[in-house]
């Protein structure tokens, strides 16, 4: 029997579960003939969404799973007393070597303490961040923390930015990617005890391709490959920048439908405006991976639709093929 690389998929999170969730799975199978999709929560429900679609049946399997952790309840609670929910028993089959990822646009509290119960962090890591890739004038940066850990020390910056450039040079293929630590100044010397206490510690460490500081208003210029936060201010400026693109839109249509000419305007650079724009759309860029896990657990936009699941679930593929979780290991216990 061919050999898959196996992700297990929560169906039941997200706003638009699980249609949308199932329908990024069945795209996912057929632009990737290497996958296998573990569609996890309730067996009735998946069974009849999937029975309107056209998919190979050899690559997707149904892992009944009772219970929904729904987006507001709290997440410890949640984790301890839903045993068969969707997002328990998919980080299970992750746990267990089942699967080879686990993805879900449920619960973000949930998908964090999950990952950490369940599946628990390698060695060496103390806290494990969300590193989404984020789009920028050159293509992408990652991003982390962007909201796992509110709080964070000196030495919890330094892990994230190893882990970062061991994730930009061998999942996006950018050589001895640049990093910086984010802050209210490029000189040295500004920013908050956080930022000053750790500016030392990356400018010394070896393992990493350290620039300085960068202010939030260069981060989608792209003038760094990787940027490290506390997951407080790195979840408020991703945010921002996801609340800037809706409103720039908005903005934009309302200015090419204000009279005639701007209507004809609009169609002659409709066609450019729109790839030039689809270069900036989070979606295109997959899911945010909780890094430092011993298995792989990447956490979708709650709003996330059909082609945020499906790249996703790519995602996996070059995680897995490139032994990413390996190489962090190897990195992480020097």
Same mark, same amino acid.
């Given at each position: 029997m061919e050999d898959y690389i196996v992700v297990a998929l929560d169906a039941m999170g997200g706003d638009n579960a699980p249609k949308e969730i199932i329908l990024g799975a069945v795209?996912?199978?057929?632009?990737?003939s290497k996958l296998k999709v573990l569609l996890v929560g309730k067996e009735d429900i998946?069974?009849?969404?999937?029975?309107?679609?056209? !998919?190979?049946?050899?690559?997707?399997?149904?892992? /009944?799973? $009772?219970?929904?952790?729904?987006?507001?309840?709290? #997440?410890? =609670?949640?984790?301890n007393h839903k045993k068969d929910s969707s997002i328990v028993v998919g980080m299970k089959t992750v746990r267990d070597g089942k699967a080879d990822a686990f993805v879900s646009a449920g619960n973000s509290g949930a998908v964090l303490v999950g990952g950490q119960l369940i599946v628990g962090r390698m060695k060496g890591v103390k806290r494990a961040p969300f590193a989404p890739l984020i789009p920028t004038e050159k293509g992408v940066?990652?991003?982390?923390?962007? +909201?796992? /850990?509110?709080?964070?020390?000196?030495?919890?910056?330094?892990?994230?930015?190893?882990?970062?450039?061991?994730?930009?040079?061998?999942?996006?293929?950018?050589?001895? #990617?640049?990093v910086?630590?984010?802050?209210?100044?490029?000189?040295?010397?500004?920013?908050?005890?956080?930022? &000053?206490?750790? !500016? #030392?510690?990356?400018?010394?460490?070896?393992?990493?391709?350290?620039?300085g500081n960068i202010e939030a208003r260069d981060i989608t210029a792209g003038n760094s490959d990787v940027i490290v936060c506390d997951g407080f201010v790195g979840n408020?400026?991703?945010?921002?920048?996801?609340?800037?693109?809706?409103?720039?839109?908005?903005?934009? &249509? &309302?200015?090419?439908? &204000? =009279?005639?000419? $701007?209507?004809?305007?609009?169609?002659?650079?409709?066609?450019?405006?729109?790839?030039?724009?689809?270069?900036f759309d989070a979606s295109e860029y997959?899911?945010? #991976?909780?890094? +430092?896990?011993?298995g792989l657990v990447v956490k979708t936009h709650g709003s996330a639709k059909k082609t945020e699941v499906k790249n996703s679930l790519?995602?996996?593929? $070059?995680?897995?093929?490139?032994?990413?979780?390996?190489?962090?290991v190897e990195k992480l216990s020097v």
């Open positions: 795209d996912a199978l057929k632009e990737n998946i069974k009849q969404n999937l029975s309107e679609l056209s !998919y190979d049946k050899d690559r997707i399997e149904i892992i /009944n799973a $009772t219970e929904v952790i729904e987006t507001a309840e709290h #997440p410890v =609670n949640a984790i940066s990652l991003l982390l923390d962007s +909201g796992a /850990n509110a709080d964070c020390r000196p030495e919890h910056l330094l892990s994230f930015a190893k882990m970062g450039s061991i994730y930009m040079e061998y999942v996006i293929g950018r050589k001895n #990617p640049t910086s630590i984010l802050s209210n100044g490029a000189e040295e010397g500004k920013g908050n005890a956080l930022v &000053k206490d750790t !500016y #030392p510690l990356l400018k010394d460490c070896a393992d990493i391709n350290f620039i408020a400026v991703l945010k921002m920048m996801e609340g800037t693109a809706k409103s720039l839109g908005h903005v934009m &249509k &309302k200015a090419f439908y &204000k =009279n005639l000419g $701007t209507k004809l305007g609009a169609l002659m650079v409709k066609n450019s405006l729109k790839e030039s724009l689809s270069a997959g899911g945010a #991976p909780l890094l +430092g896990l011993k790519l995602q996996c593929i $070059t995680f897995k093929e490139q032994d990413i979780s390996g190489k962090l």
